[in-house]
């Protein structure tokens, strides 16, 4: 039987997107089932870390001259018209042959250009994940209304599968938009290793402070430390159940804008600065999932 070629699209957003670990992991999981995995990324230089990451995780990287959302000033009006991106990426969706194309899309305004590309190229079935469908607000925010109309339209001419990460996210996506269908739940891309002795022994250990001890239960989060996440909740509602008695951790792992008015809120809390820590940015978080008893999240 022949290996089944699979190949994954960045929408090229970020050097510390969720949506490029999203394939990181995707990866892994797909070479150990026997596909044999491509990866498609923009040449641009933040996308070099996620290129090594995923030829790292097994797949074989490709890298064209390819725009992102955040390059183009007018946004979605420059990605669905470019022709000239779009063929290029149908042509080298041709010349792979791919059994399967899956194109990673942030939110419901990206990587237009990427699906119409890989829909054009017409060599194999496409899907798209999403993330966070970012449609609960837009017809409030600046030009929201004409975009979601102009997207209404975009969605209705390209028939494709989406898949989103949670229930939530495919319930906001169905109420603004009637297309593309049908849309599925993937509630994760993270592999985990097996829960026995000798896999434990071979991992890496997550960086924690020297004084932490597994006796003490941590609570914990993963992820952007940005607004949307609010994560001056969890920094409130660890403080309150640390004032009831509950003895724990704190671990936050990640980065973002919120960073110092979270820390300024845990330093002020009347709680020993031992008991919290932020691990910052790191290039492989999930070896931190081995420290967490509660993962937390109070995302709006």
């Known amino acids: 039987m022949a290996v089944p070629r699979i190949l994954l699209i960045s929408s090229n957003s970020s050097a510390r997107g969720g949506g490029e670990r999203y394939l990181v992991y995707l990866t892994q999981a797909l070479t150990e089932v026997g596909c044999n995995v491509s990866a498609l990324l923009s040449d641009v230089d933040y996308m070099d870390g996620w290129a090594r990451s995923l030829a790292e995780a097994g797949a074989d990287v490709h ?10 000033p007018l946004r979605i009006l420059q990605s669905i018209s470019d022709r000239g991106q779009q ?3 149908a042509a080298f969706c041709r010349e792979l042959a791919p059994q399967a194309i899956l194109v990673n899309q942030q939110y419901d305004e990206d990587g237009l250009d990427f699906v119409a590309g890989a829909l054009a190229a017409e060599v194999a079935p496409v899907a798209g994940v999403m993330h966070m469908p970012m449609t609960a607000t837009k017809d409030s925010r600046p030009l929201g209304r004409w975009r979601g109309k102009l997207l209404q339209r975009w969605y209705r001419r390209h028939p494709y599968r ?7 996210s495919r319930r ?4 603004y938009y009637d297309r593309p269908r049908p849309t599925y739940v993937l509630h994760h891309g993270c ?3 097996s ?12 960086d924690l402070p020297p004084e932490w001890s597994s006796d003490v239960p941590t609570v914990a989060f993963l992820g952007q ?7 001056l909740l969890t920094a409130d509602a660890w403080v309150w159940t640390r004032q009831q008695g509950v003895r724990s951790r704190l671990l936050l792992v990640g980065d973002g804008s919120e960073r110092e008015a979270i820390a300024r809120r845990l330093t002020a809390a009347p709680v020993p600065e031992t008991d919290w820590y932020v691990a910052g940015w790191q290039p492989d978080p999930e070896l931190y999932y081995q420290a967490m008893d509660v993962y937390a999240t109070t995302s709006h």
Not at 63 to 72: E, I
Not at 162 to 168: K, W
Not at 199 to 206: E, N, R, T, W
Not at 225 to 231: D, I, M
């Open 191 to 193: 592999t985990f290793p």
């Open 172 to 175: 906001e996506f169905e109420q």
């Open 225 to 231: 430390l940005v607004p949307q996440k609010n994560l």
């Open 162 to 168: 989406l898949a989103l990460v949670s229930e939530g």
């Open 195 to 206: 829960d026995n002795a000798e896999s434990a022994a071979g991992m890496d250990k997550p």
């Open 63 to 72: 890298r064209l001259p390819l725009l992102g959302l955040r390059s183009r």
């Open 87 to 89: 063929q290029a990426i």
